[in-house]
């Protein structure tokens, strides 16, 4: 089999496997990263939510938030895992699909 | 390592968008002179893998969550400037479409994961390497000091990032408008946690990556070696 073949594999494993990146903390009690605290959060952090945080941490709405469908919050962790493997392959799909079209209009012809 | 909007102000986040581009600029033109056309598919598992790296939230127990970039091991086999592209296209997309890291602190991110991680990564591995056969076990030593060496100086990057925040901008009652965390509690948050765990992760994948390579495909660690 070619390497890239045997590479591509790994990345699907490691989408079937990715959500244990969400078991794993939610076993062992860990919240989010540092730094990546919800408003809400913040407030039981500090005791206040910073004006400018306030104003900038709804600007953006993206689609799958923290690789999860909307509305599956609630759904526990079969589902949220499940939303999560598709979350990865969605991402990979697109990241792959920008990176050979980048490549592509970058890399040198012929060798 | 995500920074999310509303934890840096305009002049951070405006700051390293300015410093991005010209990178930005660079990677394209670099990557256009050095990249061959069959190293591309190598480009897009490398972004994939990054992507996907990042999604293994490893926990502290009781604390924190944090996980590898997988940036060294892209730049080890492909060269810093392609490493940049990579991890900046998984980047954007984790903002855009996933929430994660936010939009206005794209060019903060992209400046610690793509842009210092896989330099600093890159060049630790060429000087511990330097002259080392395909097949050494130096190779893989230095992956895996320069996997830990490049992401955690740029956890140390995102916490002096998190912690002037409170010195740029505050109200006159000193309620702090963006990261209310200064430089005191930011930079060993971020720092111990890496030197502590994510690093060593980062490590072990690089290192252990580069090893399988040496097996399957050992002219692929040279061809990182562009400049």
Redesign the interface.
């Known amino acids: 089999m070619k390497?890239?073949a045997?590479?591509?594999i790994?990345?699907a494993v490691?989408?079937v496997?990715?959500p244990?990146?969400?078991l794993?903390?939610e076993?062992?009690?860990?919240?989010?990263?540092?730094?990546?605290w919800g408003?809400g959060q913040?407030q039981q952090?500090?005791g206040?939510i910073?004006?400018?945080?306030?104003?900038?941490?709804s600007?953006?709405?993206?689609?799958?938030?923290?690789?999860a469908f909307k509305g599956w919050e609630e759904k526990g962790l079969p589902a949220l895992s499940f939303a999560?493997i598709i979350?990865?392959a969605?991402?990979?799909l697109?990241?792959?699909l920008?990176?050979?079209i980048?490549?592509?209009v970058?890399?040198?012809?012929?060798? | 390592m995500h920074i999310p909007d509303g934890y840096l102000g305009p002049a951070t986040c405006g700051f390293f968008y300015v410093v991005m581009l010209p990178v930005w600029t660079a990677a394209s033109r670099i990557v256009k002179k050095t990249l061959k056309a069959r190293q591309v598919p190598m480009l897009a598992i490398g972004a994939a893998f990054s992507f996907v790296i990042m999604m293994f939230n490893l926990p502290i127990p009781g604390g924190s969550t944090g996980h590898a970039v997988g940036g060294v091991l892209v730049a080890i086999l492909l060269g810093p400037w392609a490493a940049c592209i990579a991890i900046t296209v998984a980047l954007v997309i984790q903002a855009l479409l996933f929430g994660d890291g936010g939009i206005t602190a794209i060019g903060a991110n992209c400046f610690n994961m793509a842009f210092v991680l896989p330099f600093v990564g890159y060049y630790v591995y060429r000087a511990i390497s330097y002259n080392a056969l395909k097949d050494s076990n130096r190779r893989v030593a230095a992956a895996f000091i320069a996997g830990y060496i490049g992401i955690n100086v740029a956890a140390f990057l995102a916490g002096v990032e998190f912690g002037i925040q409170p010195l740029l901008h505050h109200t006159s009652g000193g309620q702090a408008l963006y990261c209310p965390y200064g430089l005191n509690a930011a930079v060993p948050a971020m720092s111990v946690e890496h030197l502590l765990l994510f690093g060593w992760v980062e490590a072990l994948v690089t290192a252990l990556v580069v090893k399988y390579l040496q097996k399957q495909s050992p002219e692929l660690l040279r061809e990182g070696e562009v400049s």
Do not use: N
């Not at chain 1, 910073?50 to 941490?57: E, I, Y």
């Not at chain 1, 970058?106 to 060798?111: E, N, Q, T, Y």
């Open positions: 390497l890239t045997k590479l591509w790994g990345i490691l989408i496997l990715s244990l990146g969400l794993l903390p076993h062992f009690k860990a919240g989010s990263a540092w730094g990546e408003a913040m952090l500090v206040y910073p004006k400018g945080l306030a104003k900038l941490s600007l953006w709405q993206a689609p799958i938030p923290d690789y999560y979350s990865a969605i991402g990979i697109i990241v792959v920008l990176v050979l980048i490549g592509k970058l890399s040198r012809k012929g060798d």
